[in-house]
């Protein structure tokens, strides 16, 4: 299976909203296994379409401690149904896509959500703590929001400047 390439910031893909898919075909499937390849390989527990260049309502999450399993959940339009509001759960969280740098992120404990798996079938899920977290971040990926955008602007700027400061002296190497 290929592997697809990880977009990082300041790509402008990652600030577009991506679109549902009409069915899970061969081809959306095929996607989705890519995507899963693709997180494993860079040793993400998540991965959006849009990291990869794809406006796809498609991501994939793995957060059990034993990755061989590759029990990657792969969902094709994720939609969260219910979420409990008083209960949150807060996360040191990274992203491919702003690689190197990590920020506690406060977001509801448990979520319930429906989507369509990789055989095309409907699935409904409950997730909690580190996977609600997770299934959340990549959500917000397909809405072309990224994880620095629940932080403080000082914060978030810090970030930005730092990132551009690397890009900067990895074109010059
Ligand atoms: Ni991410």
Redo the contacts with the bound molecule.
């Keep these: 299976m290929p592997l697809l390439t990880i977009q990082t910031i300041p790509a402008e893909v990652l600030r577009k909203v991506a679109q549902p898919v009409p069915a899970v075909d061969k081809n959306v499937a095929a996607f989705m296994e890519d995507l899963a390849e693709t997180m494993y390989k860079g040793n993400?527990i998540?991965?959006?379409a849009n990291?990869v260049g794809s406006l796809n309502r498609v991501i994939s999450v793995d957060v059990s401690p034993d990755r061989n399993g590759k029990k990657a959940i792969l969902m094709a339009n994720p939609e969260i149904v219910w979420c409990e509001p008083d209960e949150i759960f807060v996360y040191n969280e990274?992203?491919?896509?702003?690689p190197g740098h990590y920020s506690e992120v406060k977001r509801p404990k448990r979520i319930r959500l429906t989507y369509i798996d990789q055989h095309a079938k409907t699935c409904e899920l409950e997730a909690e703590d580190l996977l609600s977290t997770c299934i959340q971040?990549?959500i917000d990926?397909l809405n072309g929001k990224?994880?620095i955008d629940h932080i403080s602007k000082l914060k978030r700027d810090m970030i930005l400047r730092k990132l551009e400061k690397e890009r900067r002296e990895d074109q010059r190497d």
Aim: aromatic fraction near 6%.
């Design positions: 993400g998540g991965l959006a990291q990274g992203c491919l896509s702003v971040h990549e990926h990224l994880f």
